[in-house]
């Protein structure tokens, strides 16, 4: 159900008004910012005009509609409300000039990056935000959040976005840092799209959009991927486990990304694995500057052939990437072409 936001202004100036503003879709998914105490601890349960009810005067910034898609802790966020959000957004993309979706902040770099793939050639703002503090609590940074991402909304750019904290960040870069402070969130590997102070926005980066495209949508995905961070010790073993439950994995490895091959040897269990039609994908444990595996023996052991090289990406776009890739072709080489292509600036070098 789409509900329509009243406004605070009367008859016809409201109306002029209107005439000349945008047009947006607010989609609600739950997380702090709509969070109340509850018995056993804050849980999602305000809805989307109590949320804008926090807000007075964003009538005569824009028009805003508001359609609860889910009420959920961001921890409980799966794949398949990803492709929720992708279609209820494709459905209404012609009637609104931009999207803003409220969300957790635990798991919002995975969606926003999910949405990036599944949502291409955008002519169109698509916004994700949140709070580290329910915006029904006397100190937070839900208000500014929601009133940021609104803004941004409102510019003539396409892409997914993340605004945190008065930083714009590209949605395929974003990641979760800190798990209290108001400046949660930082782009890796990624300039910062823009910043907001105020009513103010300021590029740090030309945005393109293709504005003479069709929106593309693409929401099938394969979530038979699992995430290994390799520790010392880690038995060679239990990649025997993963041979029967999954088709992609991706292995968070150590500094530029070499794999052990002395001791207990990984490196020939991740070409088993390969052999036997699973795509693996390397990546660093290391926030910044992403793998290199040219650098030293342990990396340069590592078949670059078969296994999926990751460069810059952050694994929060990893993970979305390849479930969308494999709901398409399992094809290990294919797989291999399609992860290592940039889609959404999620690799840059």
């Not at 007075?56 to 961001?74: E, H, T």
């Not at 916004?127 to 500014?144: C, L, M, N």
């Not at 040897?265 to 699973?278: A, D, R, S, T």
Request: contains cysteine; charged residues 25%; hydrophobic residues 40%.
């Amino acid at each position: 159900m789409i509900v329509k936001q009243g406004g605070l202004l009367g008859g016809s100036i409201l109306e002029k008004l209107k005439s000349k503003m945008k047009k947006l879709m607010l989609l609600t998914t739950g997380g702090t910012i709509a969070s109340l105490e509850g018995k056993n601890g804050l849980v999602p349960e305000m809805k989307a005009d109590e949320i804008l009810g926090h807000l007075p005067g964003l009538d005569l910034l824009c028009q805003i509609d508001s359609k609860p898609l889910m009420n959920i802790d961001s921890t409980n966020m799966q794949p398949e409300d990803w492709t929720e959000m992708a279609q209820s957004i494709h459905k209404h993309y012609h009637d609104y000039d931009g999207f803003v979706i409220t969300h957790g902040t635990d798991t919002m770099a995975y969606t926003s990056a999910a949405l990036s793939y599944m949502l291409q050639d955008l002519g169109k703002p698509i916004v994700i935000t949140g709070s580290q503090v329910p915006i029904a609590f006397k100190k937070t940074d839900a208000k500014r959040n929601i009133s940021d991402a609104i803004r941004f909304a409102c510019e003539d750019i396409g892409g997914v976005y993340v605004v945190f904290d008065g930083r714009v960040i590209q949605g395929t870069r974003a990641i979760k840092l800190r798990t209290k402070s108001y400046d949660s969130f930082e782009s890796i590997n990624y300039p910062y799209i823009a910043t907001i102070f105020k009513d103010k926005i300021e590029y740090l980066k030309p945005v393109h959009s293709p504005k003479n495209k069709e929106a593309k949508l693409d929401a099938s995905l394969c979530t038979d991927v699992a995430l290994v961070k390799l520790h010392p010790g880690i038995k060679p073993e239990f990649f025997d486990f993963l041979k029967n439950q999954c088709r992609g994995i991706v292995i968070e490895s150590y500094g530029s990304g070499g794999i052990p091959f002395q001791g207990r040897n990984i490196l020939e269990k991740l070409n088993e694995l390969v052999q036997c039609g699973i795509s693996v994908v390397i990546t660093t444990q290391c926030l910044e500057e992403g793998e290199d595996m040219d650098i030293y023996e342990v990396g340069r052991k590592v078949n670059k052939n078969i296994i999926i090289r990751s460069r810059n990406m952050n694994t929060e776009a990893i993970v979305p990437k390849l479930m969308w890739i494999l709901a398409k072709t399992q094809d290990p080489k294919k797989v291999k072409e399609m992860m290592e292509t940039p889609i959404a600036e999620d690799i840059t070098f």
